[in-house]
Structures are given as C-alpha cells and as structure tokens.
C-alpha cells in the first residue's frame, strides 16, 4: 500500500437522499426541479424519527432479571441515525 499526500487522495462523496412526508410537499419540490418519494413509498422500509429511533434502542440490552436498564435515552448522532437498520420487531 503506498502512502499518499492528502492533495492526491480521492474526493468525498456525499449522497443525500429526499423524502417527502406527504403528497403535497412532494409535488411542491418536483416543481422546483427535486425528485422525492414519500414515506409510504418506501414500504416495507420504514423511516423513523431520530427520537423513535432513540427509544427503540434503550430497549437493547434491557433486562429486569440481570438488573440491566439497556442503553441511556440519550441523543443519537448523526452517523447512527442515517444508517439502515434491520429489525425483526415489527409495529
């Protein structure tokens, strides 16, 4: 593996992804030249909330018998809630 300089490494390459949470804000960005899809579109993928996503996971690692409260209802970051999960719990 050769070493290089930090002025020949490889661009970043950042993608970002729009969705729309209803018809009308869909159609509102399509005019304006961004394609969207909605939320329900994406089924069986669900989208979750940065905070749903966070309560979801105080319930890993809980157990009232080996007295373990799970993980902290703290604030997520950003890298954990821009990930795709796979759940077998489903609503």
Not at 30 to 36: H, K
Not at 58 to 69: D, F
Not at 76 to 82: D, I, K
């Amino acid at each position: 593996m050769a070493l290089t300089t930090h002025s020949e490494r490889q661009a970043a390459l950042v993608q970002v992804v729009l969705l729309s949470d209803t018809e009308a804000l869909r159609s509102e960005l399509a005019q304006r030249g961004l394609d969207t899809e909605t939320v329900g579109e994406l089924a069986p993928i669900q989208v979750l909330a940065a905070k749903d996503l966070r309560e979801f996971f105080t319930y890993l690692g809980r157990n009232e018998k080996l007295q373990l409260s799970g993980r902290p209802n703290t604030p997520m970051g950003v890298l954990s809630t821009s990930k795709l999960y796979r759940s077998a719990v489903r609503s």
